[in-house]
């Protein structure tokens, strides 16, 4: 059924935080997403013309890289975008059959393969590009927040969360349930500021990205200061009152 | 917006057989027709042909044809599901309509009621067939006040020009068809011109800031896409070929769509017989031709918010 599930307060809404001041743009996240998904519930993610020029294939997650700002004062910014589970999701209401779907328990949006048409308006009417159509099926998949992972008793429970969390070597991305105020990411993105995309659409986006902090800014004449702070350390040993001590760190320091 | 060649032709053609049904199930049982059950056959089947073949050529634009049925289903929250139910219930009172009239020769009474049914039907599915592309938020020349009305407009444009050009082999200088189709032509016009302006001067509501939640150290940009070669978005709603050629091919669906079926349309009211006959097929070829060329238009010049996340600026 494409009508969107009924809300209440305190409904369960799993989601992801990205930590646009973490993320290094390694890619890890997408690459995990695909290597777990061409395997998983939406499987298999094709990929055509694989090892020539023109080619292309099914994604749910892609890092983007991006420039904020000009001069001293800009920074690159990469910026992993994967399916953001919308309260509001368009891609659900506009399915003339009822393939595509948001799921009451935990608010993750799905794609029923087996009643799909393949009519690609899901797609249109997503406004992040989260949906990405499987030319060799003929139906749209999607991020499934990794739907066989999160409640796998198969796996270790520390591996119970979605393949692009588990794997990101920075630790810019958390999972957890953004219905609940008091969840431990609810609670990060209240701390950090987090933001939606394209808040201005309405789509309600269930994960939050959370803006790169304010650099400290930057001043040419400090750069002596490593000095200083050398002198100053040979300075706080040439304090210390022990001989014992001074000696071995005289030694040492050798 | 990639203008899939399946959907041109399905919009335009069962548009154009949708609004002729309109038309017919308005104009039949007022009696402002011909009477005769061979007109009734020829212009209902060109309106059912039209409205049929364009209902098929999108099912080709599907990834799973054979599954088509299932979109009946969720008429309760799409719009596209809302126009197939009433694409296919608009056939019951049109099957009825139909039959009074081209086997019986009569346009009154149920057979009537059966045309007004027909008509409302035909323009719910027009309303519905516009509304799929209005319901689109991140397209912003879809999402606005002017695509259904443009959708009525060039359809019923359509309609009328159809309906001049088979009234005239019963009819060798009919009164109101030809103005009506006049109207109806600079009406459209006005409608697209209107559009056209609106998309030319609404501003874009999203932006690379408000795409990726930055900005506040200053302007955004992209800096590197995230894969080097195309993928499905960018296919799909990255297209760019129409955009660079938007003057000239605003220009051709002009002429094609509005200007000379207008001219021709003046001509068919001012002449009987053959030249008019043969202005009121000419003028159906070049709306038919402008029309391809003006839905063309409307996908190629949609963007799409996911343009954003590739370099776009403002969507």
Known sequence: ?254 | MHPALSIVFFTTASGAGFALLFLLGLAAPLGLLPQSGWFGFAALATAFILAAVGLVSSVFHLGRPERAWRAFSQWRSSWLSREGVMSVLTFVPAAVFGIGWVFFGVTWGVVGLCGFLAAICAAVTIACTGMIYASLKPIRQWHNRWVVPNYFALGLMAGFLLLDFIVRFWIAWPAWTPLLALISVLFAWWSKEAYWRFIDTNSAPSTVASATALGSRGPVRMLEPPHTQDNYLLQEMGFRIARKHKVRLRLIARVAAFILPALLSLVALLTAGGIGLVAAAFAVMSAALGLVIERWLFFAEAKHTVTLYYGAVAV
């Open chain 1, 1 to 254: 059924m494409t009508d969107l599930p009924a809300r209440y307060p305190g409904q369960t809404q799993l989601g992801l935080v990205i930590d646009l001041d973490l993320c290094v743009g390694c890619h890890a996240c997408a690459t995990a997403c695909k290597e777990w998904n061409t395997g998983g519930h939406m499987a298999p993610l094709p990929d055509f013309n694989a090892y020539g020029d023109g080619a292309w294939g099914v994604w749910f997650n892609r890092v983007h890289s991006f420039e904020e700002g000009e001069g001293d004062g800009a920074r690159t910014v990469h910026f992993p975008k994967s399916c953001l589970h919308c309260e509001d999701a368009a891609c659900v209401t506009v399915c003339p059959t009822g393939a595509s779907y948001k799921r009451a328990e935990d608010g993750i949006v799905l794609v029923n393969e087996s009643l799909c048409i393949g009519c690609k308006l899901c797609s249109w009417a997503c406004p992040y590009g989260a949906r990405e159509f499987d030319a060799d099926e003929g139906v749209m998949k999607k991020c499934t927040l990794c739907i066989d992972r999160i409640y796998n008793d198969n796996l270790a429970p520390e591996e119970r969360q979605p393949a692009c969390v588990f794997v990101c070597p920075t630790k810019a991305r958390f999972f957890g349930d953004l219905g609940d105020p008091n969840s431990a990411v609810s609670e990060l993105v209240a701390a950090r500021g987090g933001k939606d995309l394209m808040p201005e659409l309405g789509y309600r986006p269930t994960n939050k990205y959370l803006p790169p902090r304010r650099a400290r800014p930057y001043v040419d004449d400090l750069a002596p200061q490593p000095l200083t702070a050398l002198m100053a350390e040979a300075q706080s040993r040439a304090d210390v009152a022990n001989p014992l001590l001074r000696w071995v760190d005289r030694l040492l320091s050798r």
